[in-house]
């Protein structure tokens, strides 16, 4: 690629124009940014490694860019994640950060970024919205309706807030070796900025994450599944939830969209469009008495057969006014081993950070819901 002229490409930014977050800006789009300057796209493959390996926020630190292109840059762009409303450190070692991306035009918004620490690994579940507009039943994010969809650069950021905020080595791979879209919002639903977000998570010159280690994970949204397949297909992620349409109709409302055969499908093609080993994971919530007894495990796994599938049982994690109940722990045994019995790679997930309210569906943000018919119901924890 050639680098364009110089003084007939960039002018000076207009007064008072706001500089554009260079989060988000995949390296494609930078490259063409920079050629605007008059630069060439090596040089913004040198920023993007400045910004995602190194963790630097100041131009004025990218020493090897001119000092002329380093005061061009700061002129035009920020790189800045969004402030962070309220830090909390389980007793587990879980982290969650309650980020502000709030304006004063749409009323404040914060999302949550949850840092979970395992034994050589660590993972980190991002949101992709403000709230959630799907209103599955047994969801926290769910009850408080959708504020509205996050910019790729506001996905991004969170990746590197966390890594910056867990320490000292930025490029540590073993400190976020995986990245899962289970946090706030429904990430096929903001399918251009998770796709832009995506691309900067992958890429050598962003944070460099193999597809294998980022999940994507979807109540469902079958058309958006097809679309991943085809533009990016990372790890698959299903939040299933229930056997039959009747009772997942119920749990989760898109189910009424996209019924499980249509669901099904579109997880079969992905499966084997992928090379092989790839398999989907379901999820499924254990709600005592709704979808928990031995003939819906069996159902389940007549749903599952011939897929290259793993579920992953998730205890209910409880939230003020839920009408549910966490299956017992025998409950949930049992299902297990009704799973492994016929094969099905099955594990329960292990709660975590129950005491900062990060475990999955408390994720509470403060948010000034549009739509929700239920809003002030749900307390905001966590905020200071
Ligand atoms: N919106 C996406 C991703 C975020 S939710 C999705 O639904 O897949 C991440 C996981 O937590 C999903 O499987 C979701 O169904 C589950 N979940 C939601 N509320 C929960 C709760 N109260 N207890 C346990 N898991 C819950
Ligand atoms: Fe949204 Fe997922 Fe919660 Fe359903 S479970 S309301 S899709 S965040």
Redesign the pocket.
């Known amino acids: 690629m050639t680098a364009a002229a110089p003084d007939l490409a960039a002018p000076p930014p207009a007064a008072g124009a706001q500089p554009l977050n260079l989060f988000g800006f995949d390296r494609a789009r930078l490259r063409e940014e920079f050629a605007r300057l008059g630069e060439a796209a090596y040089r913004a493959d040198q920023a993007m490694l400045w910004i995602y390996r190194r963790g630097v926020a100041d131009f004025a630190q990218m020493s090897n860019l001119s000092r002329s292109l380093r005061e061009r840059l700061a002129e035009r762009f920020v790189i800045a994640p969004p402030p962070m409303v309220a830090e909390r450190i389980s007793a587990d070692g879980t982290r969650k950060w309650l980020l502000n991306v709030g304006g004063a035009a749409r009323g404040p918004a914060a999302i949550e970024t949850v840092y979970i620490p395992e034994r050589g690994r660590g993972t980190l579940c991002i949101s992709s919205q403000a709230g959630?507009a799907?209103d599955?039943s047994?969801?926290?994010t769910g009850a408080q309706g959708f504020a509205r969809n996050l910019s790729a650069a506001e996905i991004v950021a969170q990746v590197w807030f966390a890594a910056r905020a867990l320490g000292a080595d930025f490029q540590n791979e073993k400190l976020i070796s995986n990245v899962v879209?289970?946090?706030m919002?429904?990430?096929l639903a903001n399918y251009a900025n998770v796709l832009a977000a995506l691309r900067i998570l992958l890429d050598d010159f962003g944070f460099g994450l193999s597809k294998r280690r980022v999940t994507v994970?979807?109540?469902g949204l079958v058309p958006y599944i097809d679309r991943l397949r085809e533009d990016c297909d990372t790890a698959l992620?299903v939040?299933l939830?229930a056997p039959d349409d009747a009772l997942r109709d119920e749990l989760v409302p898109i189910n009424r969209k996209y019924p499980l055969a249509e669901l099904m499908a579109a997880c079969r093609r992905y499966v084997e469009s992928k090379p092989r080993k790839a398999h989907v994971l379901f999820?499924y919530?254990m709600l005592d008495g709704v979808n928990d007894r031995p003939e819906q495990a069996r159902a389940l796994a007549r749903l599952l057969a011939g897929l290259p599938a793993k579920v992953n049982l998730?205890p209910?994690?409880p939230?003020p006014h839920t009408r549910y109940r966490r299956s017992p722990p025998e409950a949930i045994e049992r299902f297990a081993e009704i799973l492994r019995g016929k094969d099905i790679l099955t594990t329960v997930r292990r709660t975590r950070g129950d005491d900062i309210s990060a475990a999955?569906?408390?994720l509470a943000g403060q948010i000034v819901s549009r739509q929700s018919k239920r809003l002030g119901e749900i307390p905001v924890k966590g905020v200071a």
Do not use: K
């Open positions: 959630c799907m599955c047994f969801c926290a879209f289970m946090g919002g429904e990430p994970s979807t109540s992620a939040s939830h999820e919530v998730i209910f994690n939230f999955c569906g408390q």
